[in-house]
């Protein structure tokens, strides 16, 4: 397993924010976790990619403690585990222009310069271009900053990728473009890919695993589909419910019409 | 209820809501769907006769039998006081944090009737039970950000059904919520329509929230009506290429076979981004983007009428809707 956890606990104040958690993710996996506000999925990806410490219980990246990892060869750890979050304006420094923030990771972890060239070749990778990189974040809609943080994150060459709520602060349509672009590397660059949302719909759509949080522990794991299809927990079936009223018939209507013929084929 | 027809919105050179024809009928539910820029709270406002003072309008609106295009601000004022209700999306930044939740909903009581302190408090309380706020007494003593985000925008719920507003505008209201608030929270707006017979203008990006509450939809692209219809029809046989694009960039799936069948697959994204309003291709908006734009795109695309309330200005439609027509015929 790339990335473990037995018994995790965690908590900021008195109150445990995790309790219990169990974990494991394989390398190269989707694993959505869902729940909602306050339920702890932040809490969660920040301790497995080290920005957060204190646990108690054991949580291990490639077989190592993360704790370890961050005492002794923290750069190797952030290099491998990168993260973005919901609302990239806040992850990006307003002062500072694109080019500069982009180049950051790669400066502190690999205590080097990257060449143009580099640049561009990380910013081909989210689809955009060397324009960009004069601007200042203002100066560009929410979807460019979520490729741009995806971009930085990406910059390192990490193993895993977290990503918190990477587009609930956008439209459904840019949401799309966000969601295919991270499918999409994570099939050209290997990636493991751990996503959190509170939206049903996209865990489902997006990933392979899945784990259902409420107040601080998992009510509920599985393959996404097994889950779906036959979710155990009260709560599971409130979220699925939830997401349900506000779906659409099909997706893609015509071509969608096609697909689900096909699948029931291959079902049935 | 509300009507509209050939209403045309400009900002300097740039028409930025252009509608030929919209009608709301009393306590019915109708939802402005389109991407961010795509004109649809320029359009809410208009409709509302709150848009910006620079703002050009030709056409009419008529509200209740009053027309509103050409009225000056008072007269708006009065009415959309007596007639109208607004709530918008972050309900953090509509309320005053300084101020208790029971004072704010107090004003807004205040505004529209002459009522003692002592009714004005049972006023209040009784809102407050209509929107479902538990607990009302204890609540009325809290500040904005002691509550949580659902119970913020019930207050705000309230505050704007305190005058009994024949119409009810919403402009995403329920997109900075968790999706089980946000269930809660369109289940109450649709309750408080029915009961109230209140009219509802909901806007949204999100075409599953408006399925959810609407029975009409107006599909909006670069501050134009590019569809309209009964949500069901516009939602299942969608004839515009804007809006089969939106129905394919959702996400959301209504059934575990339908998720079976997409879990891991790409969704079928819409190309591009929204332009600024200077930057719309002349002739069908939406030209720049759309997978199926033909040689005669480059005109203005003209409104055509189907049966049941359906139009769509599209040179291209979809192929599922002639497929429709097909087995309408048949049946
Ligand atoms: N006060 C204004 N002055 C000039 N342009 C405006 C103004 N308000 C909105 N616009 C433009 O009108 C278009 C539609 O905006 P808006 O109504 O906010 O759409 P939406 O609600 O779908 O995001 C956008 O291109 C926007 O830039
Ligand atoms: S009119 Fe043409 S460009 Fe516009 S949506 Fe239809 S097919 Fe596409
Ligand atoms: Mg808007």
């Known amino acids: 397993m790339l990335v473990e956890a037995h018994d995790l606990w965690f908590r900021y104040g008195k109150e445990w924010t995790l309790a219990e958690l169990e974990l494991s993710v394989e390398s190269s996996a989707t694993l959505g976790i869902v729940g909602e506000s306050g339920s702890g999925k932040s809490t969660l990806v920040r301790l497995l990619c080290g920005l957060i410490t204190g646990a108690s219980g054991t949580a291990r990246y490639d077989g190592r403690d993360i704790t370890e990892w961050l005492r002794r060869d923290a750069k190797q750890f952030r290099r491998h585990n990168q993260i973005v979050f919901q609302n990239p304006a806040s992850s990006l420094d307003p002062r500072m222009r694109i080019r500069t923030s982009l180049t950051e990771p790669v400066k502190a972890l690999e205590r080097r310069v990257p060449t143009l060239q580099e640049i561009e070749q990380w910013l081909a990778l989210v689809g955009l271009g060397s324009d960009v990189l004069a601007r200042y974040p203002h100066q560009l809609s929410g979807g460019q900053l979520q490729r741009i943080a995806i971009a930085r994150a990406l910059s390192v060459n990490p193993t895993v990728l977290y990503a918190d709520e990477p587009t609930s602060a956008l439209d459904v349509s840019v949401q799309a473009q966000v969601l295919n672009l991270l499918m999409n590397l994570r099939q050209r660059l290997g990636l493991t890919l751990v996503m959190v949302s509170h939206d049903l719909a996209i865990v489902g759509r997006m990933s392979e695993q899945m784990i259902v949080m409420k107040s601080g522990r998992i009510v509920e794991s599985g393959p996404t589909l097994n889950v779906m299809h036959n979710p155990q927990s009260d709560y599971t079936r409130t979220l699925i419910e939830a997401a349900q009223a506000v779906s659409l018939p099909t997706t893609g209507v015509y071509e969608n019409r096609l697909a689900n013929t096909r699948s029931g084929h291959a079902t049935s | ?331």
């Open chain 2, 1 to 331: 209820m509300l009507g509209v027809r050939d209403l045309s919105v400009r900002i300097g050179r740039h028409e930025i809501v252009s509608i030929d024809e919209l009608d709301l009928p009393a306590g019915r539910r109708l939802g402005l769907v389109g991407e961010s820029g795509s004109g649809k709270t320029m359009t809410a406002m208009s409709l509302a006769g709150l848009a910006p003072a620079e703002a050009r309008q030709c056409g009419s609106i008529v509200l209740d039998g009053h027309e509103l295009v050409g009225l000056g601000d008072k007269q708006l004022a009065r009415v959309r006081g007596a007639q109208m209700g607004v709530i918008f999306q972050d309900p953090l930044r509509a309320l005053n944090p300084t101020m208790r939740i029971g004072r704010q909903i107090d004003e807004a009581v205040r505004l529209h009737a002459n009522l003692s302190r002592a009714e004005r408090r049972e006023r209040v309380l009784e809102l407050m039970s209509h929107v479902q706020l538990s607990e009302p007494e204890r609540l009325v003593r809290r500040y904005p950000h002691q509550l949580s985000g659902g119970q913020r925008q019930r207050v705000l719920i309230a505050m704007a059904i305190a005058s009994g507003p024949r119409l009810l505008i919403a402009d995403e209201p329920t997109t900075a919520l968790d999706v089980t608030v946000q269930k809660e929270i369109l289940g109450l707006l649709v309750r408080l329509s029915e009961e109230r017979q209140m009219a509802l203008l909901f806007v949204s990006h999100d075409l599953g929230v408006v399925r959810a509450v609407c029975e009409y939809v107006a599909v909006l692209y670069g501050g134009r009506l590019v569809e309209t219809g009964p949500v069901r029809t516009v939602i299942h046989r969608p004839r515009h290429r804007y809006t089969e694009a939106l129905i394919g960039a959702n996400p959301g799936h209504a059934s575990a076979d339908d998720l079976a069948a997409v879990n891991g697959r790409q969704l079928t994204a819409i190309p591009g981004v929204v332009p600024s309003i200077d930057a719309f291709p002349i002739g069908c908006r939406f030209r720049d983007r759309c997978a199926h734009a033909v040689a005669a795109c480059a005109d203005d695309p003209p409104m055509e009428r189907l049966a049941g309330e359906h139009r769509f200005a599209c040179f291209n439609p979809t192929i599922a809707a002639k497929e429709w027509e097909l087995d309408g015929n048949a049946r």
